[in-house]
C-alpha cells in the first residue's frame, strides 16, 4: 500500500531518498482538506489571481485547470492547483454563501437536506429564542398547517390536538394585545368550554360557558337585551365649510368624430394623426365624400358626395321572406367567391330600409378564391335584406352587395331558437368534444365547440335529455362547413339505463352540412314513439375537428 485508504496520503517508503518531497506533499493535501473551507462552490474556472491555499468546490462542466475535476475539492498550493475527490460524509463550509455542505450520494448539498427527523428538542424558536416558560416560540406574520393528501401517504384530514393533563388543569387559546390578555378560549380548570374577555389583562369577565354534558350554553355576564325604540331626532347641526375641490378624475374616452383623409379614409391615423374608432365619420378632401359610420373595425364603401352631382347607386342587398314555423327561421348567408377577397362581413335590415339601418351580424373568413361561409342567422318570420361587404388580405373593402345565396327554412319545433339549455341536457362521452357540448342547445351561442377528430369505436355518444317523453323525429345539426361526421346509431329511452334502436345506423355531417334542413336520416323513422332521452352512438368512421358545431336543432311531434 503507497497511501492512506481514507485521504490517500502517500506513505513515505523506508529506503526513499528525499523523503521530505513525499512528507510535504502529504502535509499539502492535509492542508487542503482538513477544516475544509471554500472560497465557493460550483466553480467553473479557476480565479485570474488566486492566493497561496485559496480552495474551491469545482463545478460540473468546469473549463481551464479545473477540467474533469467536477465536485473535488481544488486548492491552490506552492503555486499550482491540487485537487482531492471528496468522499462520502465530507462536511464543507463555503464562505461566500455562509452555508455548510455535506457530500452525500455522489454529490454536495446542504447539510439540513440530510435533517429528517428532530426528536426530544429541549427547546425551538422561529424568528425569536424560545425560554424555560415557551419551550416553542414563534415570531412570524402567518403560519400554515396544511393536510397531507392520500397521494402524499396521509388521510387528507388536519386535526390539531391540544390536551391537558386532568380536569383541575388549564388548555386555552390566550389572545393578547402587546403582551397583556385580553380574550382566553378552551377548558379553564373544569371540563366546561368557556370563553372570557379582559379589558386590561387583570380583570377578567367570563362571556360564555358550554356545559359538556348536556351542551347547554350559559352566559355568565348576561346576554345582550333588546334593542330599545329609537329616540327622537337631534336637531339640525349648522352646515359644515366646504371642503377642498376633489383632484380631477382620468379624461374620458375619445367621442366620435368626423376624420380627414386624402382619399377614401383608411384603417390609419387621418391627416391629423387620430385613429379612427366605430362610430367615426370620414371626409376625404380629394373626391369630396363623406363616410361613415365606420363600424365593426371598418369603413362603409357607401359615401354622400359633398360636390353635387348625381348620387351614387345605393347597394343590391339579397332579400329573402322568412315565413312559418312557430319556433323560428333560420337563414343561411354565403358570400361570393373573389380571388381578391378573404373575408366578409355579413348585415341584415328590413327589406327595403336603407344599407346605413343594417345591423352587423357577424364575419365570414376563409381563403381568397373560395366561397365564404354559411352564416347562420335566426330570425323570426319577416322580409329581410342581407348585404355582403368583403374585405382583401389588405384591408381594402367592396362596396356593399347581395351575397351568392340566402335560403331559409321554418321550423315547426317545440324548442328552436335562443337559449334551450333549461329545456333539453346535453351530455356527451369523455374527449368527443372541445368545448361545452351543452352549449349546442343554445342556438345564439355562436361558434365555440368542435369535435375532436377521434375515430368511433361504438364507445362514444351524445344523449339529450328532454325532462318529460316526446316524439322526436328529426335532428338536424348546423356546422360551419360541409364535412362528413362518421356513421351513428339513434337510440331512445326512458331511464338513461336500457335503449331502443331507432331505425338503422346512417351517416352524420356531408357535403350538404350547415344548410337548415339536412336531418339525421335515421331519425325520421320514430313518428309515434315517445322517449325522454334520446342518444346517438358513433359506430365506425371519425369525427371531424374541422368544423365549427352550431348548433343542434330538433323537430317534436307531427
Request: glycine share 14%.
Amino acid at each position: 500500500m503507497t497511501s492512506t485508504p481514507n485521504l490517500a496520503l502517500p506513505y513515505i517508503d523506508a529506503a526513499q531518498s528525499q523523503k521530505h518531497v513525499t512528507h510535504n506533499a502529504a502535509l499539502a493535501e492535509l492542508d487542503a482538506i482538513v477544516q475544509l473551507s471554500v472560497k465557493q462552490s460550483g466553480a467553473l474556472a479557476p480565479p485570474a489571481a488566486p492566493n497561496a491555499g485559496d480552495r474551491y468546490l469545482v463545478g460540473v462542466g468546469a473549463t481551464g485547470a479545473f477540467a474533469g475535476q467536477d465536485g473535488a475539492v481544488a486548492a491552490f498550493i506552492d503555486g499550482a492547483w491540487i485537487f482531492a475527490a471528496p468522499k462520502s460524509g465530507w462536511r464543507c463550509y463555503v464562505e461566500s454563501a455562509g452555508e455548510l455542505l455535506i457530500f452525500a450520494n455522489g454529490a454536495w448539498a446542504d447539510v439540513g437536506s440530510s435533517i429528517h427527523a428532530l426528536q426530544n428538542l429541549s427547546g425551538l424558536g422561529v424568528g425569536t429564542s424560545a425560554d424555560a416558560t415557551n419551550a416553542f416560540a414563534a415570531k412570524l406574520n402567518a403560519a400554515l398547517f396544511t393536510a397531507r393528501s392520500i397521494a402524499e401517504g396521509g388521510a387528507g384530514d388536519m386535526r390539531l390536538t391540544l390536551n391537558k393533563s386532568a380536569t383541575a388543569n388549564t388548555l386555552s387559546l390566550m389572545f393578547q394585545d402587546n403582551y397583556s390578555g385580553r380574550a382566553e378560549a378552551g377548558l379553564c380548570a373544569d371540563d366546561h368550554f368557556h370563553i372570557k374577555v379582559s379589558p386590561d389583562g387583570a380583570a377578567w369577565r367570563e362571556a360564555i360557558n358550554i356545559d359538556p354534558a348536556s351542551g347547554i350554553v350559559s352566559f355568565p355576564s348576561g346576554a345582550s337585551g333588546a334593542t330599545g325604540p329609537a329616540g327622537p331626532s337631534g336637531a339640525t347641526g349648522p352646515q359644515g365649510a366646504t371642503g377642498i375641490p376633489g383632484a380631477a378624475g382620468p379624461a374620458g374616452a375619445r367621442g366620435n368624430s368626423i376624420l380627414t383623409y386624402s382619399g377614401a379614409p383608411t384603417n390609419g391615423a387621418d391627416a391629423n394623426g387620430v385613429a379612427p374608432i366605430d362610430g367615426d365619420y370620414a371626409i376625404d378632401t380629394t373626391d369630396n365624400r363623406l363616410y361613415g359610420p365606420r363600424a365593426a373595425g371598418a369603413w362603409p364603401s357607401a359615401y354622400v358626395s359633398l360636390s353635387g352631382g348625381s348620387a351614387p347607386t345605393p347597394p343590391v342587398p339579397t332579400s329573402i321572406v322568412a315565413t312559418g314555423g312557430a319556433g323560428g327561421i333560420s337563414v343561411v348567408v354565403v358570400a361570393p367567391s373573389s380571388s381578391l377577397f378573404a373575408s366578409a362581413q355579413i348585415y341584415r335590415a328590413a327589406h327595403g330600409a336603407a344599407f346605413s339601418t343594417a345591423v352587423f351580424l357577424g364575419s365570414l373568413t376563409g381563403s381568397s378564391g373560395a366561397t365564404l361561409g354559411p352564416y347562420v342567422d335566426l330570425v323570426a318570420a319577416g322580409a329581410y335584406d342581407y348585404y355582403a361587404v368583403s374585405a382583401s388580405l389588405s384591408g381594402a373593402v367592396s362596396a356593399p352587395t347581395g351575397p351568392s345565396s340566402a335560403s331559409s327554412r321554418a321550423y315547426n319545433f317545440a324548442y328552436l331558437g335562443g337559449d334551450q339549455r333549461a329545456n333539453i341536457a346535453m351530455t356527451a362521452s369523455a374527449g368527443l368534444f372541445v368545448g361545452a357540448p351543452e352549449n349546442l342547445m343554445n342556438a345564439a351561442n355562436g361558434t365555440n365547440t368542435y369535435f375532436a377528430g377521434a375515430a368511433l369505436t361504438g364507445a362514444q355518444w351524445m344523449m339529450w335529455d328532454f325532462g318529460s317523453p316526446k316524439v322526436v323525429h328529426e335532428l338536424s345539426l348546423i356546422e360551419s362547413g360541409g364535412f362528413t361526421l362518421g356513421v351513428w346509431q339513434a337510440q331512445g329511452s326512458n331511464d338513461a339505463a336500457s335503449w331502443t334502436n331507432i331505425g338503422s345506423p346512417g351517416p352524420l355531417g356531408g357535403t350538404v352540412v350547415g344548410v337548415p334542413g339536412n336531418p339525421f336520416a335515421p331519425l325520421n323513422a320514430n313518428t309515434a314513439n315517445a322517449w325522454r332521452y334520446y342518444r346517438l352512438m358513433g359506430l365506425s368512421g371519425a369525427t371531424n375537428s374541422s368544423p365549427w358545431i352550431l348548433c343542434i336543432e330538433f323537430s317534436i311531434g307531427s
